[in-house]
């Protein structure tokens, strides 16, 4: 057995590719895959009629078509005509050799077992897994002397030790039953170790379970959320909050359910999100005055109600993947950081003080919400509604950091215009700090890594997370 199957940690697989973010296996799920930590890709492999490896998890194209019985460039124009990816296997073997990342090979047609192989022998990939739902391709795969570990896949209801017989990895798909992680007893791994067997667990994206199962003696998880698996810590030297301003928008479409799944997901403090109140009084996501930038709608967010502003498509704008994503409401938002057992800073954009305390408290969120308004009557109102409201006051909005005592802040943030030396004496008052940066300029990341602010809020938190564990490399 070589070193890379006894990883520190489960490996974080992306399950046919970062696929919460981009269509199933296609170069950009697996490219947005190897951006968020993913140590190995799920690639679903299908043999066309002429023999060539294709990358797609159905039999059939939506209008019915099986892919046996097409040719690759049949299957290349039958994909562009109904808008679906299937990606020669050659291609994503290319990207994995560039991005340094292992292949979890799922071989849904058996004609394509050994081609399987031989194409990773070809390309130099050594990190690699190969398995099948069929025990018979794990027997193809012995009996051609495959350099490989080889993987069942074991349904719901199957006895995985029986099913998976004689193969290297056992792959439990478990993802349906209620309780998948009570099975895994100390016994079950025994059991597999005294087989000479790992295993390796089904797509997980509920955020509790990851929380048990990255902490099992198991050779990988899968994920739709490949960020979800090994969440990003801080360095020790510097415990840095990280706040994503609108959420993770390097992925998802601000302002959005998946944007903040995405920044909880990958460990991240808080999501920034800006707030509107619709004409009958419901709190929704939106940062604009108008609703043209981000969505197909017209006007202002604060003149329609919340069935009109849920009608309109609020995610296309950033990515066709995301066509169909509503405008989310605040209550959606707080389940979501609930969920996650992260925070929000809350900017009253055109929102009353009163429904966003009321909204809050409902939720017995207010100790895990930062607010801040530009509106300072907006700012009162919250301070007198919510004493116990946890206020942000802007540097730049203050003559002096003893002027700002007077909301009873406890966060002041600042921005590169700022005197930065009052980052230090903030400490001494007893107050935070938060550097805001919404851009992408190395010197500026060097600039707050100096200055050490208690929490940064960023646009692009990706970059300042890759800067870190560049910037601390003990620790990343």
């Not at 792959?171 to 005294?194: I, N, V």
């Not at 510097?238 to 959420?247: L, Y």
């Not at 929102?351 to 409902?362: D, I, P, S, Y």
């Amino acid at each position: 057995m070589t070193d890379w199957q006894s990883p520190s940690r489960p490996y974080s697989i992306a399950h046919r590719g970062a696929s919460a973010y981009a269509a199933d296996c296609s170069l950009e799920a697996y490219e947005k895959a190897a951006r968020l930590g993913a140590d190995f890709w799920e690639v679903d492999i299908r043999s066309a009629a002429c023999g060539t490896l294709i990358t797609y998890h159905d039999a059939a194209f939506p209008d019915g078509q099986k892919l046996a019985d097409l040719t690759a460039e049949q299957i290349a124009a039958e994909a562009r005509a109904q808008n679906v990816p299937a990606v020669p296997f050659a291609q994503i073997l290319e990207l994995a050799v560039r991005k340094d990342a292992g292949i979890y090979a799922d071989i849904k047609d058996s004609a394509a077992t050994l081609p399987v192989m031989e194409a990773l022998k070809a390309h130099g990939i050594t990190r690699a897994i190969l398995g099948a739902f069929d025990p018979a391709a794990a027997q193809m795969l012995v009996e051609a002397d495959c350099p490989y570990p080889r993987s069942v896949l074991v349904p719901l209801g199957a006895d995985p030790f029986e099913h998976a017989k004689g193969a290297d990895v056992i792959h439990l798909c478990w993802e349906h039953m209620d309780r998948p992680q009570d099975e895994l007893t100390p016994a079950f791994f025994a059991r597999a170790e005294d087989n000479g067997q790992k295993v390796v667990l089904w797509h997980e994206e509920d955020p509790e379970r990851m929380a048990v199962l990255r902490e099992l003696p198991v050779l990988g998880i899968c994920s739709d959320r490949p960020e979800l698996v090994h969440p990003f810590r801080s360095p020790t030297e510097w415990p840095v909050e990280f706040t994503c301003h609108r959420g993770a928008c390097e992925f998802a479409p601000e302002n959005t359910a998946p944007a903040a799944h995405c920044a909880f997901a990958a460990g991240f403090t808080r999501v920034e999100i800006d707030l509107q109140e619709t004409t009958d009084g419901h709190l929704v996501l939106f940062h604009d005055d108008e609703l043209n930038r981000c969505t197909n709608g017209r006007g202002a967010a604060s003149w329609h109600s919340l069935v009109q502003l849920q009608a309109l498509e609020a995610g296309r704008h950033a990515d066709a993947f995301f066509t169909g994503e509503p405008i989310p409401t605040f209550a959606q938002i707080l389940d979501i950081t609930r969920q996650y057992g992260g925070e929000l800073y809350v900017e009253l954009k055109h929102a009353g003080a009163e429904a966003v305390v009321n909204e809050v408290r409902a939720h017995g969120m207010m100790d895990r919400c930062l607010f801040w308004a530009y509106d300072v009557h907006r700012l009162r109102a919250l301070r007198q509604l919510a004493p116990e409201a946890r206020l942000i006051v802007r540097r730049q909005d203050v003559p002096s950091l003893e002027d700002a005592q007077v909301w009873s802040p406890e966060v002041i943030e600042f921005v590169h215009d700022d005197d930065l030396a009052d980052i230090a004496r903030c400490r001494d008052l007893g107050l935070r700090s938060m550097f805001a940066y919404m851009g992408r300029d190395r010197q500026k990341f060097e600039q707050i890594a100096e200055a050490r602010p208690d929490i940064v809020n960023l646009h692009f938190p990706f970059l300042f997370r890759d800067f870190l564990i560049e910037t601390f490399p003990a620790h990343g």
